[in-house]
């Protein structure tokens, strides 16, 4: 996963950011961590496994350190900060396969135009321009054709969290459009910074 080429990161994805919640994953308990996140934890190591659209981390209890497969340290503060909430915040819940849009969280309208900029926009044009390489990339990531827009497809990002990717094509007329559902279960775990996050996880 490359880091994102949008300018203006909002604070909340930055390394300030990293640190608070690490501080704050350190009160959590790593076996309810684990149980609720299905992310297996290893009391020996001290280390949680986590695969996040198809990449390997590794996250340091109880320092918060979140780690590549390789057990380096990287500079995408969006995906560390997402694997460290998802950590703290997942409630075991089944997924309710009930798909919402980002407006119908909890202050989703107040976010929404930088969230659509950021996000939405973002994958209509790389959708538009390579649709080829998208459909490569969904299938690397054993995504599921929808049958919503042009292209759709349902996909894992990281166990207990599903989303669907809905794109319509441009044309000399109109723009390239998409849309991005998530299921409802994630009110109850993330905030909607949390899914703006993830958001910017997916970019």
């Known amino acids: 996963m490359k880091q994102t080429k949008i300018h203006n990161i909002d604070p909340h994805f930055s390394e300030s950011s990293y640190v608070i919640n690490r501080d704050l994953f350190k009160n959590y308990d790593p ?20 695969t996040v659209l198809g990449e390997t981390y590794f996250v340091d209890y109880p320092s918060g350190m979140v ?21 703290m915040n997942a409630d075991g819940n089944a997924v309710t396969n009930e798909w919402i849009s980002f407006k119908e969280f909890p202050d989703g309208t107040i976010y929404y135009s930088n969230f ?9 044009q790389i959708g538009n321009e390579m649709p080829e390489q998208l ?10 054709p929808y049958s919503k827009g042009d292209l759709a497809w349902q996909f894992t990002v990281t166990s207990g969290v599903d989303i669907i990717w809905i794109l319509w094509f441009g044309d000399d007329e109109f723009e390239a459009e998409s849309q991005i559902l998530f299921d409802k279960k994630l009110t109850d775990v993330f905030n909607i910074k949390d899914l703006a996050i993830l958001g910017d996880v997916l970019m």
């Open 31 to 50: 076996g309810e961590m684990s149980k609720n996140s299905s992310c297996p934890y290893t009391p020996e190591s001290g280390r949680f496994e986590m």
């Open 67 to 87: 780690v590549n497969a390789r057990g380096e340290d990287f500079d995408n503060y969006s995906v560390k900060i997402f694997i460290l909430r998802y950590l």
């Open 116 to 124: 659509h900029k950021r996000c939405l926009q973002v994958f209509a």
């Open 135 to 144: 459909k490569s990339y969904m299938s690397w990531l054993k995504a599921v």
